[in-house]
């Protein structure tokens, strides 16, 4: 049980670039969390899903855009890379249990836009 | 606006010194308030979920309560392996998204 993993770890792009971001839990999650994380800013989400094939808007979602096709995958993509998009991005998973809900996150993504 | 302000930015114990970190929201209904503790380099890990006032859940050296308007998380006799940034976030009634605060980064020094 990997739990939630994501891919890659550490990449340079230059302005203008593209390159997708994959998020992968294997816990049968329903709900998946795409968050960005700048120094004093903490924590902030870009886009959501709620289900296989649904997404949704977050804090800051401008040029960003995501894809749900399987239940086990969230993929961010970055259609033209800009140097404020340098970040750490992380990925989160959660379902609801009995009322509850834990939000599980992935180790990150360390992301610099020359 | 749904707003998450973590105090203090940085706290500095020495091993064996209780301290409290405090969390204080406003949001349009509470649906949960989360706390997490994130090591340098990795991703937040969940710690508590609290759901309404006067609920309280503990861990091992760490308690976390809830009030109205803040929470708390209380930290007895901490040791140095207590020492990374502990986020709080809360999410509101009726929506899927969470709210972070800027988080507070403990030291504790042997």
């Known amino acids: 049980n990997a739990g939630v993993t994501q891919t890659p770890k550490f990449r340079v792009l230059k302005t203008g670039q593209s390159m997708t971001l994959l998020c992968a839990q294997d816990m049968n999650h329903e709900y998946m969390y795409w968050y960005r994380q700048d120094p004093g800013m903490g924590l902030r989400l870009i886009h959501y899903s709620v289900g296989e094939g649904t997404t949704a808007k977050g804090e800051v979602p401008d040029g960003y855009n995501v894809s749900r096709l399987k239940k086990q995958n969230f993929l961010l993509g970055l259609e033209s890379a800009a140097p404020s998009q340098t970040s750490v991005y992380f990925c989160a998973s959660s379902t609801p249990i009995g009322g509850q809900e834990t939000q599980y996150f992935g180790p990150g993504t360390r992301l610099l836009v020359l | 606006e749904d707003q998450v302000t973590q105090s203090p930015e940085a706290l500095r114990l020495q091993e064996g010194e209780s301290s409290s970190l405090n969390c204080s929201y406003t949001v349009s209904g509470l649906r949960g308030l989360f706390w997490y503790r994130q090591d340098p380099g990795k991703g937040p890990e969940f710690l508590f979920t609290?759901?309404?006032a006067g609920e309280e859940k503990e861990k091992e050296r760490l308690k976390a309560t809830l009030t109205k308007k803040e929470s708390f998380l209380h930290i007895t006799a901490p040791k140095p392996e207590d020492s990374a940034t502990y986020l709080c976030a809360v999410q509101a009634s009726g929506t899927y998204k969470y709210i972070f605060g800027t988080g507070t980064r403990l030291k504790v020094l042997a």
């Open positions: 609290l759901y309404s």
